[in-house]
């Protein structure tokens, strides 16, 4: 009896070695693919020692063959199934003694060879069993091939003439007994494997979608065109891009960026510039959205927000985020459609007042020379004072219509230097009056543009009377052309007191002037006639150097040539 029990326990060890070497085989670098193989190799060997080393109970071989049959057919798939049962086939026909071992075994071939067919694709797809399942059934498998087992030693025992004893009884209840645990111990340990490799999987895909997410995250935080800093609960930098350390001046002690990350953000900022940010991210670290409008840091002017991190699974707070947007250039745009709008209303202005003023000035100033004629000759000086404000009045009225006119101009080809050589001989005697002088440089191969002959002449005029009245008696006004790049530059520089910084941005803003008697109006219209003419007015000044007016014009390509 104690013989038997012992060659049961060694055919339970060696029935469990093919799982043993699965757990050992089976790690995470393995895949699926190479399981068949396995099976069939290992599960084939275990069948062979269990049927080789099986105990003989009354001339029966007791044995575990089919646990590793069964095992390595259901998670090797037909493959595995084809070559254990060729080796069972192999092994096991050599050693029937008997007709009635010769049925059992046929038997066995013809009824359960089908069942696995059906059993082994819906066993081996995870997805459609799980791991209680899946023991469940293959435990029924096994009490299906006990079942059998005891009907076939029941059958050899009557065939023979034996009758049971307490010792037999006892086997076949230990022998049922490892049978199922066996089973039972394989599809577990197999199955546990299989889920921490799963998980594996799953914590491998989701640390990668992770680093993709954060990827993702910091390359849209270095390419967007805000300014973003966000912080952990702590305080401490965790994502930033150059962006921010641009528009918010951060400390130049870090001069690297991994420098920054981990720094806590009142240390980032440079000393006084930085109190709003820091405030602002303060207030989004106690739960508090804030928005800054504007805030000014040096020459930017910027739009700050913050906002306050929630955790998803808690709702606790996890950092804070601050937005930084330059709109400097917006702002710069407002100032500009500003002064289009205002533009807009000289001109409605001037259109609307044009008449209603014209002719009753017209009518007072011919009555004004009426009276002047009857008026004794000690009083023609008022009158000549009178007669000179409404000619002035009326110039001013002029300006507004050239201003504001939006009618199509009458095009030609011409040279910039005929312009330039037909009022430079009234710009001389006007410096000569003055005391001043002026000097003229004109490149050479000039190509024509489309240009309006009137406009051209006024827009060069204004701007060379403005360098004069800027100059004092010796000053020296140069005029100069120069064709570069498919573009045509006019040059007009005066030695005058130049142009304070904080009067340059307003200079073409109408009705503002430097000069006690302007109107305000010349350098607009100018501005107005250049940008009819696709060109554009640069200026550049140093006080007390004098100022340059760059007027720049674009050459079509057919006209470069």
Known sequence: MSSVLKELLLQFIVSL??????QLWYDKDQRWKGIPIFMSVFCGGSMMLCMLTGPNLMGYE????????VIGSLYGGLP??????????AVRI?????SWEMISFIILVVAFVPFMLLSIPSFKRSTLLGK?????KGLLIISILIVYYIASFTGFMSSNGIWWSNTMVYVQLLYIFAALMATWLSIFMIENVKEKQQLYEEVKRMSVNYSNE???????????????????????ITHFNATAKTVLSLHSLY???TELIGTSFPLIFQDGHGDACINLLSLALDGKKNTLVPYVNGDKTLVLTTISLRSSFNDENAGAALIAQDVTELHQLQSEVGRMERLSLVGQMAASITHEIRNPMAVIRGFVQLIQERSPKNQEEYFKIVIEELDRANMIISDFLSLAQNRDLAMELISLHDVVNELIPLLSADANLRGQSIEVSLCEDLPLIMMNDREIKQLFLNIARNGM??????GSLHISTRYYGNKIELRIADQGVGIPPEQMQHLFEPFFSTKTQGTGLGLPLCLSIAERHNGRIDVESKEGEGTAFIVTFDVPMELAG
């Open 80 to 89: 595995t199934l084809a070559v254990l049962t060729i080796i069972y086939t």
């Open 255 to 257: 001069t690297e960026d």
């Open 214 to 236: 954060v990827e993702k995250l910091q390359q849209f935080i270095d390419e967007t065109s805000f300014g973003v800093i966000i912080v952990d609960r702590e305080g401490k």
């Open 17 to 22: 070695l093919p799982v043993f070497a699965f």
């Open 469 to 474: 009245e800027a100059m004092d008696n010796k």
């Open 62 to 69: 007791v044995d575990f063959r089919l646990i590793p049959y």
């Open 94 to 98: 050599p050693m029937l003694d008997s």
């Open 132 to 136: 209680e399942q899946k023991e469940r």
